[in-house]
């Protein structure tokens, strides 16, 4: 989904260094999701934020931090990238509606990270 | 939330009807059934949901059984862009996560 951007598209790094995955959009969203995928896998949630003073941790939180600058940004740093960490990294944006209470995740194009 | 399980794999011809079949026997009355798709490694795509009535988009159609303990997601005239990983989740409203489990990888023949 173009409403939903994601920088770099591709990184390589090495063990230890500190690393940075940006994520934009243009939906008007106010909830914004960071998941990882593994090869073969599914999708697990690292961190979400409500609004920019809302953080909350996911299920696999440990070694991640993220940042959100403001309604339409939402960073994913890692502080000392390890291989293990190699992984396709997907934003999303939520699109929550009380009136028939559903929330749609809508996920962006995904950075693949490789920690060497 | 509840789990669900789907087959690993489905084969299809193009222009034929896609049925994916979801079970999820142990959901609850305020959970409702989530389709996304993710097409080779790009970001997954919602595709339709639904809470006990059968519902249909400009995607696909979704049937729920009755006792809500199965689903189906129909591709009325499958194309070979509809070649993904198929996610069947339940999730309630409210709740932040969501579930992705292995999927049915469904490929559309020529």
Redo the contacts between chains.
């Keep these: 989904?173009a409403d939903?951007t994601q920088t770099p598209r591709n990184r390589i790094t090495k063990t230890g260094k500190r690393i940075m995955l940006e994520c934009s959009q243009t939906k008007g969203h106010d909830?914004m999701?960071w998941y990882r995928q593994d090869p073969?896998?599914?999708?697990?949630?690292i961190y979400?934020s409500f609004d920019v003073k809302d953080i909350?941790k996911?299920?696999i939180s440990d070694g991640y931090s993220v940042s959100r600058q403001a309604q339409a940004k939402f960073s994913l740093s890692l502080e000392s990238a390890i291989p293990n960490q190699t992984a396709?990294y997907?934003c999303?944006t939520?699109d929550r509606r009380l009136a028939d209470?559903?929330?749609?995740?809508?996920?962006?194009?995904?950075t693949?990270l490789t920690v060497l | 939330d509840a789990k669900t399980t789907q087959p690993p794999s489905m084969d299809c011809a193009e222009g034929r009807a896609a049925n994916l079949p979801c079970n999820h026997s142990t959901i609850s009355g305020n959970e409702y059934v989530y389709w996304y798709r993710q097409i080779h490694s790009q970001g997954p795509q919602y595709i339709i949901h639904g809470l006990k009535n059968n519902e249909t988009n400009e995607m696909a159609s979704l049937i729920i059984t009755e006792d809500r303990k199965s689903s189906t997601l129909i591709l009325p005239h499958a194309t070979l862009r509809d070649t993904a990983v198929y996610y069947c989740i339940v999730k309630a409203f409210g709740n932040e996560k969501l579930t992705f489990g292995t999927g049915t990888r469904l490929t559309i023949i020529p």
């Design positions: 989904d939903v909830r999701y073969g896998l599914g999708l697990q949630l979400y909350n996911g299920e396709l997907f999303a939520s209470s559903t929330d749609t995740q809508y996920f962006g194009p995904g693949r």
